[in-house]
Every structure is written in C-alpha cells, then in structure tokens.
C-alpha cells in the first residue's frame, strides 16, 4: 500500500512539472503593454481598410498590428507577434500578399482574417486588441 502511495505521489509531482513545461505554445507568452492607437480611417495609408476584408498594418502592441476590416462598423486588432515561440525575432505575422489568411514566415502558422489558426505548428489564435469606431477614427486598445 506505501508503494502505491509512493508512485501516486512521484505521478503527481510529475503532472504537476509538465503543467510549466516550455513547450512552445505553453512559454514564453507574448508580454502585455498598455497602449491607445487612434487611426484615421480617411488617411491613404488606410485605404485598404475601406473595404470589406481589407487589412493593414499599424503601429502599436509588441511588435506592430494588423487590422482587419470585417465590414462597415467592424474591425479587429491582431498582435504580429506569433504566439509560437513568441520571444523568436522572426516571430512576426503578415499578410498574405493573396489577403486571405494572415501568416508567420519563421515558423509557418497561419491564421484567418479573424485571428484562428488555419494550420502550422500554433495551437493559439493571435492576440486581439479592443477596438472602438467614432465617426472616422478607429481607436485601438489594450
């Protein structure tokens, strides 16, 4: 009966150290930063953002962030940083020059247009900001 109580508690301690394993989709996470972006939505470097599923890219989060047009009064905001292996300097999502699905040349994930893993190595969508409209301008929060 001791063993069994023995190897039940080696099992445990064993569960309980995969649990912050470094596994890439477990560490590093993507760091938290506080951060408001307001863009114009009538500005030329935003015009792909006037049509339906029409991305672009913006200043702010961690490493920059693309914004997707779902229609007239829907935006999403998406961390470029890749959630796999997220401290990897290439780790850096774009679009797809198709612009249809949002991709990690380093490691290969991609992501539809809103935030969901397609395929590659990630089991974690990107990270999605708030994101307000008021009029013209688009307000991006974290």
């Known amino acids: 009966m001791r063993a069994v109580a023995v190897l039940f ?5 064993l569960a309980l150290a ?13 760091p938290l930063t506080s951060f ?7 500005n030329q470097e935003y015009a792909e953002l006037r049509r ?10 961690v490493r920059g962030l693309i914004v997707v047009r779902q229609n007239s ?6 961390e470029r940083n890749c959630p796999y ?9 774009k679009i797809d020059p ?15 247009l809103q935030g969901r893993v397609q395929g590659g190595p990630t089991v974690l969508p990107l990270r999605q900001y708030s994101t307000s409209l008021s009029g013209s ?4 929060t974290n």
């Open 137 to 140: 301008i688009l307000t991006i």
């Open 52 to 61: 339906d599923n029409g991305s672009a890219y913006v200043k702010g989060g």
């Open 18 to 30: 995969s649990c912050g394993s470094s596994g890439p989709d477990n560490a590093p996470q993507i």
């Open 36 to 42: 408001s972006t307001p863009i114009n939505l009538t």
């Open 85 to 93: 292996r997220a401290n990897d300097t290439c780790a850096r999502v």
């Open 9 to 13: 508690a080696l099992a445990s301690q």
């Open 73 to 78: 009064s829907t935006y999403h905001a998406f």
């Open 98 to 112: 198709s612009l249809l699905f949002l991709k990690d040349a380093c490691c290969g994930s991609q992501f539809d």
